[in-house]
């Protein structure tokens, strides 16, 4: 897989910043002013891009009651079906042009998931610059096929993946001629269990397919997402809303924009933080150096007095030989009278040669 990927104008590679998303989903809810209110938000929370959701109740299930489309499975839903759910919960397609043009004014990034050949036929023609598969897609092998040959980045979430699913999901991109592609750690709880999140997978991930990776978080607060960070994730979706009083099917995992915000903060002096692998001093090192240890006349002394534990110390700071020569100095004898405080020097022992 391709180690340099390029979203729009970001470059995004296993040294690049990480790559902040605010997933707006359905927070929106049902309301475009709202919609682009949370993309400023967005914006001057610190994220370099927006995500929304492209699908319909018809184009992601189908308006059944029988018990499997039931959501029984012991999530925030539960009580109603997945075509209810998502009745509340889709963007409207006329807005998304809009919305991609209000990216574009603010300086985001702005592209979406599909969930059917018509989205991505879609957002094609919107030339979105990439394409996220949402972790319940990542088993619709015709559905990452048809998105992997237009030839665009490909950001799986992997939160009810199995090794398998990913294994086979990758394979249908390579097969298709596009390498440009990202795996997020994901848990697909609603909020995310902080046990349940094995932030360990990012670094396997990145060594096991050999591709760039990152978390697509939906645990509370932001210490998951900069944990990530720290272990080499390169891009970080989070969900974000003006407040999660106001509701809707995502409120109860999503960021406010001060929370938002935060993170970045964080996410960006944790950067910072993780430099580069070295054993080299900065300026600033080197000058608070000259207060580590050294030998030192400890007591006054007289010429020809020998050197004991009780006048010869290591002690703070640096202006005295090492304290390697510690044991060496030991029972020889001082050449010539010092004061304590005096910095030990091969000048002031006497070898007896």
Known sequence: MNKEIKIGSHIISRTSPTFIIAEMSANHLMDYERAVAIMRAAKEAGADAVKIQTYTPDTITLNCDDPCFQITQGTIWDGTTLYKLYQTAYTPWEWQPKLQAAAADLGLEFFSSPFDFSSVDFLDKMNVPAYKIASFEINDIPLIRKIAKLGKPMIFATGVAR?????????????????????????????????????????????????????????????????????????????????????????????????FRTMTEDIRRIEKALGS????????????????????????????????PENLRSVRPGCGLHTMYYEEILGKRITRDAKLGTPMSWELVDFGE
């Open 277 to 308: 692998v070295t054993y080299e001093l900065t300026e600033k090192q080197t000058r608070e150096r000259e207060h580590s240890r050294s030998l030192f006349v400890a007591k006054d002394m007289k010429a020809g007095e020998v050197f004991t």
């Open 163 to 259: 090794l398998q699913d990913i294994e086979m999901a990758l394979q249908t991109c390579k097969e298709a001629g596009n390498e440009d592609v990202i795996l997020l750690k994901c848990t697909s709880s609603y909020p995310a269990p902080y046990e349940d999140i094995n932030l360990r997978t990012i670094p396997s991930m990145a060594e096991t397919f050999d591709c760039i990776t990152g978390l697509s978080d939906h645990s509370m607060g932001h210490a998951v997402a900069d944990a990530a960070v720290a272990l080499g994730a390169k891009v970080v979706e989070k969900h974000l809303t003006l407040s999660r009083a106001d509701g809707g099917a995502d409120a109860a995992f999503s960021m406010e924009p001060e929370e």
